[in-house]
T-cell receptor, first 114, second 115 residues
Framework: DVKVTQSSRYLVKRTGEKVFLECVQD?????MFWYRQDPGLGLRLIYF???????EKGDIPEGYSVSREKKERFSLILESASTNQTSMYLC?????????????FGNGTRLTVT | DAKTTQPNSMESNEEEPVHLPCNHS???????IHWYRQLPSQGPEYVIH???SNVNNRMASLAIAEDRKSSTLILHRATLRDAAVYYC????????????????FGEGTQLTVNP
C-alpha cells in the first residue's frame, strides 16, 4: 500500500529554533509537496518539488525552506520558528504525469511554537 | 484557479445516499474537477476526478453539469466512515499536466453521518 510518512505527529518548539519536518514516501514518486492547514484557511501550499534537488515556491513560502536530496525524502525547514507558524503541516506526493490526481498525503505533523 | 463554493456542512443518515454540491462557475475549459476528502486526524485522500463526463469509481460517483459550472459528488450509501471534510478542486490536472499537482484546497464541506 502507498505510504507517505511524516516523522513526527506532534512537535513543540520554542520561538527562534530551527525546525526540521521530515517526509518520506515509498512509492518512487517524482512530485512532493508541503502544505499547512489552518482553521478558516484550508490547506495552503508552501513548497513543492518535481525532482531531486528541484524546488518551487508555493503560495506561502516566506519563513520556510525545503530540501530534496533524495527522491523519497522531502524536508521542510523553519529557519527561525515563530508563533505564527503554529499549524498542522501535511506532506504529499504523486507521480509525474498524474497532474492533480492521486495525491497521497501523510497524516500530518502538528507543530506548536511557544 | 477557479473559485469554488461548497456548503460549510451537510448531514446524512447511515446507508442513505449523499449528494455533495460544488459550484465552480469560473472553471476553465481545461480544468479537471477533483474531489478529495479528509477524515478526522488524517491527511486528505483522493476520491475522484473528471472533466466532462460523469465518472464512477469504488468510492463515489461524480456528476458534472453540462455547462461544467457545477458538480456533485455522490456517495451512494453513506457509512459512518464517510464522515469527513470533502473538498472540490477545479484544476488543470490531466495526465500531461504536471503543474496541476499544485492544488488549492478551500474549506470544503463537513459531512456528518448519523447512525
Amino acid at each position: 500500500d502507498v505510504k507517505v510518512t511524516q516523522s513526527s505527529r506532534y512537535l513543540v518548539k520554542r520561538t527562534g529554533e530551527k525546525v526540521f519536518l521530515e517526509c518520506v514516501q515509498d512509492m518512487d514518486h517524482e512530485n512532493m509537496f508541503w502544505y499547512r492547514q489552518d482553521p478558516g484557511l484550508g490547506l495552503r501550499l508552501i513548497y513543492f518539488s518535481y525532482d531531486v534537488k528541484m524546488k518551487e515556491k508555493g503560495d506561502i513560502p516566506e519563513g520556510y525552506s525545503v530540501s530534496r536530496e533524495k527522491k523519497e525524502r522531502f524536508s521542510l525547514i523553519l529557519e527561525s520558528a515563530s508563533t505564527n507558524q503554529t499549524s498542522m503541516y501535511l506532506c504529499a506526493s504523486n507521480p509525474t504525469g498524474t497532474g492533480a490526481t492521486l495525491l497521497h498525503f501523510g497524516n500530518g505533523t502538528r507543530l506548536t511554537v511557544t | 484557479d477557479a473559485k469554488t463554493t461548497q456548503p460549510n456542512s451537510m448531514e446524512s443518515n447511515e446507508e442513505e445516499p449523499v449528494h455533495l454540491p460544488c459550484n465552480h462557475s469560473t472553471i476553465s475549459g481545461t480544468d479537471y474537477i477533483h474531489w478529495y476528502r479528509q477524515l478526522p486526524s488524517q491527511g486528505p485522500e483522493y476520491v475522484i476526478h473528471g472533466l466532462t463526463s460523469n465518472v464512477n469509481n469504488r468510492m463515489a460517483s461524480l456528476a458534472i453539469a453540462e455547462d461544467r459550472k457545477s458538480s456533485t459528488l455522490i456517495l451512494h450509501r453513506a457509512t459512518l466512515r464517510d464522515a469527513a471534510v470533502y473538498y472540490c478542486i477545479p484544476r488543470m490536472g490531466g495526465p500531461r499536466e504536471t503543474s496541476g499537482s499544485r492544488l488549492t484546497f478551500g474549506e470544503g464541506t463537513q459531512l456528518t453521518v448519523n447512525p
